[in-house]
């Protein structure tokens, strides 16, 4: 089993910067990959960005250039640095683990963009 705490959400005006933190606990050598979905009011879960055991990282394209996820494997955890945020951000934004025999997924956290 793995557990994610993840911290860091909050208000924020646009243009404004916002870092997230996932803290994994538990199995943790089974996790292949780590990163991050998010969730707006009505709509789908979406990718926004991960990152694998190795370093290497990748992101969805309306992220690009403003989203840093990074990762301390001495602390066992992820990052997500926020930078120009806009209220299309707005949406809980959960971490979640890959490991060959499931997902494990964060409590989720909210990051409202005011306009």
């Known amino acids: 089993q793995v557990q994610l705490v993840e911290s860091g959400g909050g208000l924020v005006q646009a243009g404004g910067s916002l870092r997230l933190s996932c803290a994994a606990s538990?199995?943790?050598?089974?996790?292949?990959?780590m990163g991050w979905y998010r969730q707006a009011p009505g709509k789908q879960r979406e990718l926004v960005a991960g990152?694998?055991?190795?370093?290497?990282?990748a992101y969805v394209d309306f992220v690009k250039g403003r989203f840093t996820i990074s990762r301390d494997n001495a602390k066992n955890t992820v990052y997500l640095q926020l930078n120009s945020l806009q209220p299309e951000d707005t949406a809980v934004y959960y971490c979640?683990?890959?490991?060959?025999?499931?997902?494990?997924w964060g409590q989720g956290t909210q990051i409202t963009v005011s306009s």
């Open positions: 990152i694998n055991r190795y370093g290497s990282t």
């Open positions: 538990g199995s943790i050598f089974s996790i292949d990959n």
């Open positions: 979640y683990a890959n490991a060959p025999s499931r997902t494990y």
